[in-house]
C-alpha cells in the first residue's frame, strides 16, 4: 500500500474506470429483461430496437471504460515494480558484508525479479478486481433482493458455503505458494552458481552431476506446484457445485412462480443472469484468492530482505572523516564472525603511523584479510577499537571512511565494460590521463596499450578475458586512481611475476610516500621493504617490527621467511631459497 500511494491518482482513475464498466454490465441484463417483456412478448419492435441501441452503448461504454482501466492500472503496478524493485537494490547496496556472506545469489535474484512480479501483477490486477469484485457481488445481491426476495434468498443460501471453501482454500495455499518462490530460488542458485563456475564443470567433466544437480532443484519445483494444484482442484469443483446449486435452486423456485403466474419468464431470465452476475464476482474472488496468498508470500519474502538489519551502518551523529593523516591503531582487537563460535581475532593491538607501509604476514587462515577487513568497517570489532587518527572508525561516517582507502582484493572483481570504466570506477570523472599514470603506477598500461582496442577493450563478466596477473594489475590502477590516504592491498601481486612485481614496488614505492599503507604479501622482498612487519598466529599478534629486528628476535618469522616466503630477493638467482614452485603466473 505504501509503494502504492505515490500512484494513488492513477490507481483512482484505473478505479473508477473499473466502478463504471462494472456498473455497466449490471444495467445489462436489466435492459435485456425490457427489451424481452415490453419488446418481444408485448411485439413492439420499437421497444427491441431501443433495447438493442441501449445494450450497443452499454457495450461500447465497457470498453471505453475498460481500457482505461486496463491501462491506468498497468501504469500503476508497472510504477509499484519499478520502486519496489530500486528499494529492494537499494536496500541490497547497502547490507553489511555478514548478511551477503549467508545469502545466496539466486535466491536474492529471484525476490528482486520474481516476487517483485508476483506483487506486481496483484496490485495491478487483483487489487482492482477484489474491490470490483465485492462491489458487483453487493451490488447485485441487493438487485436480486429487490427483484424478488424469496429467489434471492435461496439463491444467496449457497454464498456461505463458497465463502467457506474459499476461506479454506486460501489458509491452506498461502504456505505452498511461499514454497513455491523458496524451490524457485533454490533453482536460480544451481543455476547461478553454475553458470559462475562453469569452467570448474567442464575441468572436472562434472557436467552430469550438474544436470542431476538441477534436475533434482528442478523436480522439486514441479511437485511444490503439484501439491498446490492438488489444493486448487479440490477446491474448484466444490465452489462450482454450489454455485450450481444456486442456479438449481432459482431454476426451481423461479419456474414454480412462472406457472402461477407470480414472475414473468423475462423476470426469471433476468433474475438468472444477475445471479450469474453474483456468481461471476465469487469466482474472481476465488482466483483472487490464490492470487492474493501469492503475491502475500512474495511481498513477506520482499520485506524480509527491506526489513533485514544492516549491521554496519553510520551512528546517529556519525562524523565526516576530514583531511586524514594516517594513523592506524588496534587497540586490543577481538573479532568473531557472525554466526560463527570461533573467535579469529584475539586482542590484536599495533599502531601504523603515517607514511608506514605496514606487512602483513602469517600462516593461511591466521587472519591476516580479517584485520585489514575491520579497518574499512566491512565487519565491525566484537570488542576494542580500531581507529583512524583517533576516531573510532565506528564514529565516522561510512562514505568518508571509504573514501579515504584504496583496497585490492584479494581476488579482484571486474565488471563489464571497457578497462577504462573499470580503472575509473571509484572516479568516473577521472581523466584519461590520470587513469593512464595510475596504469603505469600499476604496471597495466603496457599491456593495456598492446591490446587492440586500448583502454576502450571491452572485459566480460568477472574480467574474463584478462590473465589473472592483469586483472590484479587493472584493480591495483583502480584503487591508485582515487588517491587515497590509505592504502590495503590483500596479495594483491599474488598472480603477477616477479619482475613485474618488482616494478610495481618501485613505482608504489613513490607513490606510498606520505600514505599508510598495509600489504599481505607471500615475498621477501616485500617484507623486507616494509617499514613495519605485523606477524599473526591463529588471531594474535605474535611479532611486531622490521625485517632485521624480527630476524634476530622472532623464530616464528624466521620460520616464515624460510618456510612461506618466495624467496625472489633482489631477483638474484643465488638468494634463491625458494621452493622451486615458486614464481607466481
Ligand atoms: P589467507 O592467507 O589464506 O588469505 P587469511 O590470513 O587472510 O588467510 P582470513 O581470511 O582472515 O585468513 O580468515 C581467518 C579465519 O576466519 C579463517 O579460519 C576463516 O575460515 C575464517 N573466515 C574468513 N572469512 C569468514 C567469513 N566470512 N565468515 C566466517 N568465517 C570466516
Ligand atoms: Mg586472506
Request: with cysteine; aromatic share 8%.
Amino acid at each position: 500500500m505504501r509503494y502504492l500511494w505515490p500512484y494513488r491518482l492513477t490507481a483512482l482513475g484505473a478505479f473508477v474506470g473499473l466502478m463504471i464498466s462494472s456498473l455497466a454490465s449490471l444495467a445489462g441484463p436489466r435492459i435485456l429483461a425490457w427489451g424481452v417483456d415490453d419488446g418481444v412478448k408485448a411485439l413492439d419492435l420499437a421497444v427491441v430496437w431501443k433495447s438493442c441501441a441501449l445494450l450497443v452503448g452499454v457495450a461500447a461504454g465497457r470498453s471505453v471504460f475498460g481500457f482505461l482501466q486496463g491501462y491506468w492500472s498497468e501504469v500503476a503496478s508497472q510504477g509499484v515494480a519499478f520502486d519496489l524493485r530500486n528499494a529492494i537494490y537499494d536496500k541490497l547496496q547497502r547490507l553489511s558484508f555478514s548478511y551477503h556472506d549467508q545469502a545466496q545469489t539466486g535466491k536474492l535474484m529471484t525476490r528482486v525479479t520474481s516476487d517483485v512480479e508476483q506483487v506486481r501483477q496483484f496490485v495491478g490486477v487483483g487489487l482492482l478486481q477484489l474491490v470490483s469484485a465485492l462491489v458487483l457481488l453487493v451490488g447485485s445481491a441487493v438487485i436480486l433482493l429487490r427483484a424478488n426476495w424469496q429467489l434471492a434468498l435461496a439463491a444467496l443460501s449457497v454464498v456461505p458455503f463458497i465463502f467457506a471453501v474459499l476461506g479454506g482454500f486460501i489458509m491452506r495455499v498461502r504456505p505452498r505458494f511461499g514454497a513455491i518462490q523458496r524451490k524457485l530460488g533454490a533453482l536460480n542458485t544451481v543455476l547461478q552458481e553454475n553458470l559462475a563456475g562453469a569452467k570448474v564443470v567442464h575441468a572436472f567433466a562434472a557436467e552430469p552431476l550438474e544436470s542431476e544437480r538441477f534436475t533434482v532443484a528442478n523436480r522439486g519445483l514441479v511437485e511444490e506446484w503439484q501439491g498446490l494444484i492438488k489444493v486448487f482442484s479440490t477446491s474448484f469443483p466444490l465452489i462450482f457445485f454450489f454455485s450450481n446449486l444456486g442456479t438449481l435452486l432459482v431454476f426451481w423456485l423461479g419456474g414454480a412462480k412462472v406457472i402461477v403466474g407470480e414472475m414473468s419468464v423475462g423476470q426469471v431470465i433476468a433474475f438468472n443472469l444477475y445471479l450469474s452476475l453474483l456468481l461471476m464476482p465469487i469466482f474472481i474472488l476465488g482466483g483472487l484468492a490464490a492470487g492474493l496468498s501469492r503475491a502475500g508470500a512474495s511481498a513477506g519474502r520482499l520485506f524480509e530482505v527491506m526489513d533485514a538489519e544492516v549491521e554496519v551502518r553510520d551512528r546517529p551523529g556519525a562524523v565526516e572523516l576530514g583531511a586524514v593523516t594516517g594513523r592506524i591503531a588496534f587497540e586490543d582487537v577481538h573479532f568473531r564472525y557472525p554466526g560463527m563460535d570461533k573467535p579469529v581475532l584475539q586482542g590484536v593491538s599495533f599502531t601504523a603511523e603515517p607514511g608506514e607501509t605496514v606487512a602483513i604476514l602469517g600462516r593461511t587462515g591466521s587472519g591476516k584479510s580479517t584485520v585489514i577487513n575491520l579497518i574499512p568497517r566491512f565487519y565491525d570489532v566484537t570488542a576494542g577499537r580500531v581507529t583512524i587518527d583517533g576516531h573510532d572508525v565506528r564514529d565516522l561516517s561510512l562514505d568518508s571512511l571509504r573514501r579515504a582507502i584504496g583496497l585490492v582484493h584479494q581476488d579482484p572483481v571486474l565488471f563489464s565494460g571497457s578497462i577504462r570504466d573499470n580503472i575509473a570506477y571509484g572516479r568516473p570523472d577521472a581523466g584519461d590521463a590520470e587513469v593512464e599514470a595510475a596504469s603505469r603506477a600499476a604496471q597495466a598500461h603496457d599491456f593495456i596499450s598492446a591490446l587492440p582496442e586500448g583502454y576502450a577493450t571491452e572485459v566480460g563478466e568477472r574480467g574474463s578475458g584478462l590473465s589473472g596477473g592483469q586483472r590484479q594489475r587493472i584493480a591495483i590502477a583502480r584503487a591508485l586512481l582515487v588517491d587515497p590516504r590509505i592504502l590495503i592491498f590483500d596479495d594483491s601481486t599474488s598472480a603477477v611475476d616477479t619482475v613485474t612485481e618488482q616494478r610495481i614496488q618501485e613505482a608504489l614505492k613513490r607513490l606510498l610516500v606520505g600514505r599508510t599503507a598495509f600489504v599481505i604479501a607471500q615475498r621477501l622482498s616485500t617484507a623486507r621493504r616494509a617499514s613495519r612487519i605485523i606477524v599473526l598466529d591463529e588471531g594474535k599478534v605474535v611479532a611486531n617490527g622490521i625485517h632485521d629486528e624480527l630476524l634476530a628476535t622472532s623464530a616464528i618469522y624466521c620460520e616464515i621467511v624460510s618456510s612461506q616466503l618466495l624467496g625472489d630477493e633482489d631477483l638474484a638467482p643465488a638468494a634463491a631459497a625458494a621452493p622451486p614452485a615458486a614464481g607466481g603466473a
